[in-house]
């Protein structure tokens, strides 16, 4: 069964604007791990955000933000004042306590537009 | 911050070679893992080590096998190399298991299986 869904293939922003990308997840586990991931088109992951599912407030890092609301099983990343580098795959990302791995929903190819 | 390092951004191999992906890590990282990334099937798992000489198979196992005998070191080894074994693979590394603990990419290797 999917565990992490990101419903938004591709998502255009404006150069300086914020944009919002969608993940929801799925577990029963009371204890989980969410995280953002960055692929340029270089192909490196780059770590981007962590937000753990008893902490009360959202998570920040700089530009970037996680919208965690955990009734409705999603946590999306906000990101404001868009920059051209920004454009690339975003992957939103679960680890359990059961098992070792982390889960990855499929990516959102955010192209930020001049 | 996290080094982990690929041995190959691109890899060209024959059919029915024998192909070995190496990944080091600088972290002292008890998990390693190794990934497969393809359009439209986002990040499949492999397999991954959470010790040394320890192993275990992740969702598409088939026609891999890997080795850890160093902490450091986590090779991923493709028996008898197939055409649909073409991909980009990707390695990664986390300090223990533990779900608030991000997985830290190498730069990846594009595979190509002629």
């Known amino acids: 069964a999917q565990k992490i869904t990101q419903t938004q293939p591709g998502m255009f922003v404006q150069e300086k604007e914020a944009v919002t990308l969608d993940c929801t997840y799925d577990t029963s586990d009371p204890s989980y791990g969410l995280f953002w991931y960055k692929q340029p088109s270089s192909g490196e992951m780059i770590f981007l955000i962590y937000q753990g599912s008893y902490d009360q407030q959202n998570a920040t890092e700089g530009r970037y933000s996680l919208n965690f609301q955990k009734a409705r099983k999603s946590a999306n990343l906000v990101i404001s004042a868009s920059q051209l580098g920004d454009s690339a795959m975003y992957f939103c990302a679960m680890r359990e306590p059961r098992g070792n791995d982390m889960r990855f929903g499929a990516g959102t190819r955010l192209t930020v537009k001049p | ?114």
């Open chain 2, 1 to 114: 911050d996290v080094k982990v390092t690929q041995s190959s951004r691109y890899l060209v191999k024959r059919t029915g070679e024998k192909v070995f992906l190496e990944c080091v890590q600088d972290m002292d990282h008890e998990n390693m893992f190794w990934y497969r990334q393809d359009p439209g099937l986002g990040l499949r798992l492999i397999y991954f080590s959470y010790d040394v000489k320890m192993k275990e198979k992740g969702d598409i196992p088939e026609g891999y096998s890997v080795s850890r005998e160093k902490k450091e070191r986590f090779s991923l080894i493709l028996e008898s190399a197939s055409t649909n074994q073409t991909s980009m693979y990707l390695c990664a590394s986390s300090l223990t298991g533990a779900n608030n603990q991000p997985q830290h990419f190498g730069d990846g290797t594009r595979l190509s299986i002629l």
